[in-house]
């Protein structure tokens, strides 16, 4: 298990925030997502060995916001 923090540009309101949250936890591996709306980042804990940071980024943006590592 490891943890990572995303930046997560494009959230606007609560919406947003759960959109992002719901697409990272849908993630196989993904075990928390903590999303912060204000500070436009990701908290996420996840297995490293079932999944990597650019699929989560990925998910990320196949929701139609932009996911980058700090
Ligand atoms: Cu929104």
């Keep these: ?3 990572t923090q ?3 540009t494009g959230m606007t ?3 947003c925030r759960s959109a ?3 697409a990272l936890k849908s993630q196989p591996g ?3 997502a903590n999303v912060d709306l204000e500070k436009g980042a990701a908290d996420v804990k996840f297995d490293e060995k079932a999944i990597a940071v650019e699929t ?3 998910a ?3 929701e139609g ?3 980058s590592t700090c």
């Design 30 to 32: 993904v075990t928390e």
């Design 6 to 8: 995303l930046k997560v």
């Design 1 to 3: 298990m490891t943890s």
């Design 65 to 67: 916001y932009q996911a």
């Design 20 to 22: 992002v949250e719901r």
């Design 56 to 58: 989560l980024i990925a």
């Design 13 to 15: 309101c609560g919406h």
């Design 60 to 62: 990320v943006e196949g």
